[in-house]
Nanobody, 123 residues
Framework: QVQLAESGGGLVQAGGSLRLSCAASGRTFSSYNMGWFRQAPGKEREFVARISWSGGRLYYADSVKGRFTISRDNAKNTVSLQMNSLKPEDTAVYYC????????????????WGQGTQVTVSS
């Protein structure tokens, strides 16, 4: 199993940057595809980005492509999300998740989830 914990959220002004980190406790971390999701109050959880177990395949939601960058360090059991040019609509709780599915982009395709970290972008 994999246990995940996010950190790095906070309050920033529009146009600013934040870097989120996710620490994994499982010894099988490198075997999983990793993803980031976000959820605003009253809205459904939405896919943000994913990265393959090898780090060689990356995929982003259209809403963040060109602004966000996902990366992982299997030696340190971490996955990160660098967020640049933040917009108020990026405000949400951000979750990291682990999946053993092929090219997962849906919530149900991810088996393990962190507790989330709040990101607030002011205008």
């Amino acid at each position: 199993q994999v246990q995940l914990a996010e950190s790095g959220g906070g309050l920033v002004q529009a146009g600013g940057s934040l870097r989120l980190s996710c620490a994994a406790s499982g010894r099988t971390f490198s075997s999983y595809n990793m993803g980031w999701f976000r959820q605003a109050p009253g809205k459904e959880r939405e896919f943000v980005a994913r990265i393959s177990w090898s780090g060689g395949r990356l995929y982003y939601a259209d809403s963040v492509k060109g602004r966000f960058t996902i990366s992982r360090d299997n030696a340190k059991n971490t996955v990160s999300l660098q967020m640049n040019s933040l917009k108020p609509e990026d405000t949400a709780v951000y979750y990291c998740a682990a999946s053993d599915s092929w090219r997962p982009t849906e919530v149900h395709e991810y088996r393990y989830w962190g507790q989330g970290t709040q990101v607030t972008v002011s205008s």
